[in-house]
Every structure is written in structure tokens, then in C-alpha cells.
């Protein structure tokens, strides 16, 4: 089933440990997007990728970075993982901004970080 | 700032309607989104408004009106399945989304 994947689906780790939380789709689609949800909150965007080769920075980058080598995979980094990063990630992907932006979510990482 | 506000928690009774608002404040507009979101797992996209006016889709309809920065989601005939979040999200003159922090939908029998 086309789709995009995460994994892992549920992690804990250790604080100052590095983690890299992995994101691939197969609908060629050109963005795609890290959010975090936490409760109370709205989505927020941590990275971003308008198309292969090029990054940027969201709403909550501090901590975290990513890389987007080809058009399917788009990995998220934590160098030195801190408890406030304790969330739940979801992977997004879209057509880019000259379609409707509908988003294309993954079904989340659960990160614990003790 | 940029904000999006929408009611924590709303509960409506199977079979029932039940609308859903949102207001937003943002810099520039390009469209607004509603997502459901069920507990434990992935938003997925209800609808799509960028011009004024209403919607329909099935049981949902969405409505936006630009000028008060206002939105809702029209649930009707409800049914115990359509307990979820429901999140608003404005697409903004980035082409940045900001998210609302959802609503939560309780539907009792």
C-alpha cells in the first residue's frame, strides 16, 4: 500500500544518547515534513524539504536535523536527545505548493527520552 | 503572532449535528485545512476551503469566511466513529501550515 513509513514506532532512550528516527514514502511526492505533537499543542514543524537536496528550518528546529539526499527518504537527527524532546514525530509529505498542500501523514514515532 | 483557535473539547450525542469552529489570525492566507485525527494515530485530511463559502462533502461540510478569519466543520448524522480531534490549520503567505491544537470530539450513544 503506497503510504509513507516511520520507524521506529515507539522508542526510549537515554538523554544525551543520538537517535535517528527514519521516514521513507513512495508517492514521489516533493515535500515533505517533520512535526511534533505534544499534548495541548498544535503540530509543530521542526523540518521541512521542498525537494530533494534542499532543508529547512520550522517552527522548533533547536536539537534536531535532517537530510534529504533522494526524494523518498527524509530522516530526522537528534545529536543529544533531552527529555523536552519527549513526543510523539510524525512524518509528512506533500505534492508541494502548487497543489492543494493536502498532507500525507505517517503513522508517528513515539519517543520517550529519560 | 500567528494563532489558530479552536474549542478543546466538544460533546454531541450519536445522530446528532455538531459544528466545530475555528478562527485564525495569521500572516496572509492560502487555504485552510481540516484534519481527524484518531487517537493514537495519524492525521488525515478532511477538507480544503481557500474561497469563502461552504463546502460539503458526504456528512462533512467545511466553511470559511476570509474576512472574519473564521472557519467550521459541519458534522452531521453522527456516528460513535467520528469521535476524534479535529484539527484546523491555516496555510499561511509561506505556504507554511499553523495548526490549531485540535478539537477533541466526544460522541456519547
Known amino acids: 500500500i503506497a503510504g509513507i513509513t516511520q520507524a521506529p514506532t515507539s522508542q526510549i532512550l537515554a538523554a544525551g544518547r543520538r537517535m535517528t528516527l527514519r521516514c521513507t514514502q513512495d508517492?514521489?511526492?516533493?515535500?515533505m515534513y517533520w512535526y511534533r505533537q505534544d499534548l495541548g499543542l498544535g503540530l509543530r514543524l521542526i523540518h521541512y524539504s521542498n525537494t530533494a537536496g534542499t532543508t529547512g528550518k520550522g517552527e522548533v528546529p533547536d536539537g534536531y536535523s535532517v537530510s534529504r539526499a533522494n526524494t523518498d527518504d527524509f530522516p530526522l537527527t537528534l545529536a543529544s536527545a533531552v527529555p523536552s524532546q519527549t513526543s510523539v514525530y510524525f512524518c509528512?509529505?506533500?505534492?508541494?505548493?502548487?497543489?492543494?498542500?493536502?498532507?500525507?501523514f505517517g503513522e508517528g514515532s513515539r519517543l520517550t527520552v529519560l | 503572532g500567528q494563532n489558530i483557535d479552536q474549542p478543546t473539547e466538544m460533546t454531541a450525542t450519536e445522530g446528532a449535528i455538531v459544528q466545530i469552529n475555528c478562527t485564525y489570525q495569521t500572516s496572509g492566507f492560502n487555504g485552510l485545512f481540516w484534519y481527524q485525527q484518531h487517537a493514537g494515530e495519524a492525521p488525515t485530511f478532511l477538507s480544503y476551503n481557500v474561497l469563502d463559502g461552504l463546502e460539503e462533502k458526504g456528512r462533512f461540510s467545511s466553511f470559511l469566511s476570509r474576512s472574519k478569519g473564521y472557519s467550521y466543520l459541519l458534522l452531521k448524522e453522527l456516528q460513535m466513529k467520528d469521535s476524534a480531534s479535529y484539527l484546523c490549520?491555516?496555510?499561511?503567505?509561506?505556504?507554511?501550515?499553523?495548526w490549531g491544537a485540535g478539537t477533541k470530539l466526544i460522541i456519547k450513544p
Open positions: 509528512a509529505s506533500s505534492e508541494g505548493q502548487g497543489a492543494t498542500g493536502e498532507l500525507f
Open positions: 508517492m514521489r511526492h516533493n515535500a
Open positions: 490549520a491555516v496555510r499561511d503567505e509561506d505556504y507554511q501550515l499553523i
